[in-house]
């Protein structure tokens, strides 16, 4: 399915995108990968200006998105930090006195922009749903050895966001399940989305070990919403969802220059919160940020053009880096070379 791309850019013109390059790249990525599916939707300024299913993708489809997990957890943690129910400066000790001495002043912004000093290698807990809850698989991972003091370095890692998922659910008496329905899913109405990447059924369906960074599963409409309410600085369905200065705050390069002992992504500047922040102005300010996955969805915000898009697949992220770069760019190229429907710019 696709839908016309059409966008008043006056009271005289409307704009007209050729997304031919896109749709020619994909089709490419499709062959050379022997992908079985994928799907775009890019959004602007409010309005979809290209929405597109290939293979055997639809708009139900609903697949593990990986590290794209990242971003919508930071999410549901912003909105308890917007109603003062946590702070990013809060420390593991506040919730956790019992950790091991030298966690305790780990504060959950560390946590969720990997400079936590925890190991770079995923704990075994995560993503064991049988043997561990969310509270032993954090304590688990409080339990191993620092790899450098907390601040000093860039590692990413999951570890971090299971540790400051479960100190959520500790700030607030709620599961994380449940803050993640009240703070993600049902305000920005995704109906598809939740932590039960090996389940059938459909959402909403509970975990006792929920994977805090990357253990979603989503459809690319669902994440839509997300993106598309990031390019609007926090507004959703005519309402605050979050405020713009938190947004922008979410977007700031959390890590504050340190040293990179581990990243999946050589090209980026810096992490925020859940977020890399693909491209910076002179002043350092985000002006494109992303959450792309293992499996290579990827979903960004370019804050220059007000495109919000998500690039939905399962494959690797290691076999798609270049391509996914070549998308984005692409993308880019198309919106700002629009054409005019009365000929006149």
Known sequence: MFLGSFAAASSHAAVVY???????????????????????????????????????????????????????SALAIERLVEKNQMSWSD???????????????????QLFSHTSGLSQNDDACLGDETNYTLATCAQEILNTTLE????????????????????????????????????????????????????????YITVPNPQIAGGVRSTMLDYANVVQMVAQHG????????????????????????????????????????????????????????????????PWVDNSTGVAAVFLVNSSYSLLENDLRGLWSNVHAVVTDPIFSDGFE
């Open 148 to 203: 450098y003091p907390p601040g000093t370095a860039f590692a990413y890692t999951g570890n971090g966001m299971q540790v400051g998922g479960y100190m959520a659910t500790l700030a607030t008496g709620k599961t994380w399940d449940q803050i993640f329905q009240d703070e993600v899913t049902t305000p920005l109405g995704m109906t598809s989305t939740d932590f039960a990447t090996t389940s059938l059924k459909p959402p």
């Open 18 to 72: 050729d997304f031919t390059p896109v749709t020619q790249q994909i089709d490419g990525m499709m062959q050379t990968y022997s992908l079985h599916g994928a799907s775009l939707i890019v959004i602007r300024n409010g309005a979809v200006i290209y929405e597109q299913f290939f293979g055997n993708y639809t708009s139900a489809t609903r697949i593990p998105i990986a590290s794209a997990s990242k971003w919508l």
């Open 235 to 298: 507004q959703w369905g005519g309402a605050p969802y979050l405020s713009a200065n938190d947004i922008a705050d979410m977007q700031k390069d959390h890590t504050n220059a340190a040293p990179v002992l581990y990243t999946p992504d050589s090209y980026s500047y810096g992490y925020g919160y859940g977020e890399w922040r693909d491209s910076v102005d002179a002043q350092g300010v985000a002006v494109q940020v992303s959450s792309t996955g293992k499996f290579a969805t990827s």
């Open 91 to 109: 420390t593991v000790g506040k919730y956790i006195p019992t950790a091991p001495a030298d966690k305790q002043n780990i504060t959950l912004g």
